[in-house]
């Protein structure tokens, strides 16, 4: 059973910096890729980035595209999401997710398999 724990929310200004990491426990299959997503209050949950596993191909949706970074240290067994110029739209739990089926559908909620408990940020205006 694979475990994912987030880390690295909190509260910032508007223009201000995160980085979330999420590390992953138990037994991991290679070739899983891992994504990031999040959820605003009274919304659905949306696709923020993912990463294959090789680290060497990565998808963003638009709004975070030249603001966020995904990477990945599969030695660590770690994801990580860097934000930057942080606006407060990107107010939400942010969760991260592994994906043992097709990158192809990176971007479907319902094709992850495993997923993190979740992480708040807040970015103030």
């Known amino acids: 059973q694979v475990q994912l724990v987030e880390s690295g929310g909190g509260l910032v200004q508007a223009g201000g910096s995160l980085r979330l990491s999420c590390v992953a426990s138990?037994?991991?299959?290679?070739?899983?890729?891992m994504g990031w997503f999040r959820q605003a209050p009274g919304k659905e949950r949306e696709f923020v980035a993912a990463?294959?596993?090789?680290?060497?191909?990565?998808d963003y949706t638009d709004s975070v595209k030249g603001r966020f970074t995904i990477s990945r240290d599969n030695a660590q067994n770690m994801v990580l999401l860097e934000m930057n110029s942080l606006k407060p739209e990107d107010t939400a739990v942010y969760y991260c997710?592994?994906?043992?089926?097709?990158?192809?559908?990176?971007?479907?909620?319902?094709?992850?398999?495993?997923w993190g408990q979740g992480t708040q940020v807040t970015v103030s205006s």
């Open positions: 997710a592994g994906n043992r089926k097709s990158y192809g559908r990176r971007r479907i909620a319902a094709e992850y398999d495993y």
């Open positions: 138990g037994r991991i299959a290679s070739g899983i890729s």
């Open positions: 990463v294959t596993w090789s680290g060497l191909n990565a």
